[in-house]
Nanobody, 123 residues
Framework: QAQLVESGGRLVQAGDSLRLSCIALGLTFDNWNMAWFRQAPGKEPEYVSLITKSGRSTYYADFVKGRFTISRDNAKNTVYLQINSLKPEDTAVYFC????????????????WGQGTQVTVSS
């Protein structure tokens, strides 16, 4: 049974940094493209970033503007999202997802999802 488990979310101050982690269980990790999405209260989920199976290529949503970095460690079955210079508008539940469709930037491109980790940024 495949499972994705996120961690690292917490309450932080504006300007702080966080690193979110997502470990994949029951998957052949390096067979899957990985992505992060987020969902703010009252809003639809939005794509944040994705990384290809090997980790050689990464892509970001326009709003990221250099503050986010996605990475993966295939030996540890883990994908990370480093977030710097956090802003109150980054407050959301952050989800990781595993997908077989290269370059997918919508939910339909991902077969497996974690339960999410809450990031709250106070001003």
């Amino acid at each position: 049974q495949a499972q994705l488990v996120e961690s690292g979310g917490r309450l932080v101050q504006a300007g702080d940094s966080l690193r979110l982690s997502c470990i994949a269980l029951g998957l052949t990790f390096d067979n899957w493209n990985m992505a992060w999405f987020r969902q703010a209260p009252g809003k639809e989920p939005e794509y944040v970033s994705l990384i290809t199976k090997s980790g050689r290529s990464t892509y970001y949503a326009d709003f990221v503007k250099g503050r986010f970095t996605i990475s993966r460690d295939n030996a540890k079955n883990t994908v990370y999202l480093q977030i710097n210079s956090l802003k109150p508008e980054d407050t959301a539940v952050y989800f990781c997802a595993a997908g077989s469709t290269l370059g997918a930037r919508s939910k339909v491109g991902y077969e497996y999802w974690g339960q999410g980790t809450q990031v709250t940024v106070s001003s």
